[in-house]
């Protein structure tokens, strides 16, 4: 099984992961060269090359000819320009980002891909493999523009594996002749985002659901988890189903939560700048666009771990569960909304200071945390006399005590055919604290 291992000081970055049509897993690692909304333009691309894998089946997409795939995967590229250049309003042309991959065949095949000036190399031990890498220029890929058009086909590589154990597969953001694998951009078999001194690991799974799959559309769930010498904090968003490109706002949330907490700012005055920081990027989101074009509504959980706290931030729907040291499962925060209207709470409406609330705790009573979106625990209802959330929750927990638990584990505990029935996105982020 393969995983990804973000960068955990996430400048332009993103990774993500999913299972494809077929069951089997797909890998996918962005470096956006815009100067601005930097993390925006690294989830598009992303997405759109997740989307190609949701509505391809990889054993097909695998057997198809380098052509093929190559066009059809750039196709999705240029998607992903396209809704940047119509929701944002950029400028007419982007930068080529760099975007290196890889999808699990049936058999246990590999394939790896990468766009833009980079290469793939795999780690077994001290022995080094290049498998993909840009036949192109540095120079004359930075310089590639994405517009309407086409890209050229050799801004493309590819390469097929077997299956390998205890083996490492890394992007590199630059040509092939660069011989230090950039940290945080890996694509690693078992990993998590993890600081042994501090006996802390952070396991994240964005799942799309079925009907956003279908359609080909993205994910408007968003995670990202930072973790430095000083501090570790999560934070999971769900952007609003009825909103207009609300998966930048969960963006947007999630990334002013983890720079909030990287400025260690004290907890008295943390929710009231955090909503300043959330008005203010909103603002600069929505600048000089049409009325209406990002309705950025989402909601937000997140937990901030230094000196010993636990600080929770939560608004709208979603739950954040703890299992204390003795074994217990405690509800720390649940969510606040009116289940017969359906209505909840976001960060961007003028009432968000009265619904976003916080709370401090001793990190040191919890070995586990647990937050999920309404897309997860709605399969999992609780009703009179039956309570089937928290045998689902306690059995998350359990499997997190396993060692060779990952954040592949994690997605496939949470990608239920009772979550599934639904159709709705569902993503879960899971602290182990040892």
């Not at 609003?240 to 990334?255: F, H, I, Q, T």
């Not at 592949?408 to 602290?431: C, K, N």
Request: glycine share 8%.
């Amino acid at each position: 099984m393969i995983t990804i291992q973000r960068n955990l000081r996430r400048d332009g970055y993103y990774s993500e992961w999913m299972r494809t049509k077929n069951g089997e897993l797909a890998a996918v690692s962005v470096m956006a060269r815009e100067t601005r909304d930097k993390p925006l333009y690294a989830y598009a691309y992303a997405h759109s090359v997740l989307t190609f894998f949701r509505l391809y089946d990889t054993d097909n997409a695998a057997k198809m000819s380098k052509k093929q795939f190559t066009e059809t995967i750039l196709e999705h590229v240029k998607y992903a320009y396209q809704k940047l250049h119509i929701t944002l309003g950029t400028q007419e042309n982007h930068p080529l980002p760099f975007i290196g991959g890889c999808f699990t065949v049936k058999g246990g095949g590999v394939v790896c891909f990468v766009i833009g000036d980079g290469a793939v190399k795999v780690y077994r031990g001290k022995k080094t493999e290049l498998l993909a890498h840009s036949c192109m220029s540095h120079g004359g890929m930075k310089n590639l523009l994405i517009s309407d058009k086409k890209l050229p086909l050799q801004s493309v590589r590819l390469a097929a594996f077997e299956a390998f154990d205890g083996a490492s597969l890394y992007p590199l953001r630059e040509n092939a002749k660069n011989k230090k694998a950039d940290a945080g951009l890996s694509l690693v078999k078992g990993a998590s985002a993890r600081d042994e001194e501090k006996g802390l690991e952070v396991f994240r799974a964005v799942v799309t659901g079925r009907r956003h799959a279908s359609k080909g559309q993205y994910c408007q769930d968003f995670a990202d988890v930072r973790v430095t010498k000083d501090f570790a904090a999560a934070a999971l968003s769900d952007g609003a189903g009825g909103g207009n490109c609300s998966e930048y706002g969960a963006v947007m949330n999630v990334d002013t939560f983890l720079s909030c907490c990287e400025d260690n700012i004290p907890y008295g005055q943390f929710k009231e700048l955090l909503l300043d920081s959330i008005e203010q990027a909103h603002e600069k989101l929505i600048k000089d666009k049409p009325e209406d074009a990002i309705q950025a509504y989402a909601t937000m959980m997140g937990v901030y771990l230094r000196d010993g706290k636990l600080f929770c931030v939560h608004i709208g729907d979603g739950m954040i569960y703890g299992r204390k040291r003795d074994g217990s499962v405690e509800c720390i925060s649940d969510a606040e909304n009116f289940y017969v209207s359906n209505r909840t709470f976001f960060t961007i409406e003028s009432d968000a200071d009265e619904h976003l609330y916080t709370k401090i705790l001793d990190a040191g009573d919890y070995d586990r945390l647990l937050m999920m979106t309404d897309g997860v625990y709605n399969g999992y209802p609780v009703s009179e006399g039956k309570d089937e959330r928290a045998g689902f929750i306690a059995g998350i927990f359990r499997e997190s005590d396993r060692e060779d638990f990952d954040e592949t584990a994690l997605a496939r505990l949470i990608d239920t055919e009772q979550v599934l029935r639904y159709g709705d996105d569902h993503s879960a982020v899971l602290l182990r604290l040892q």
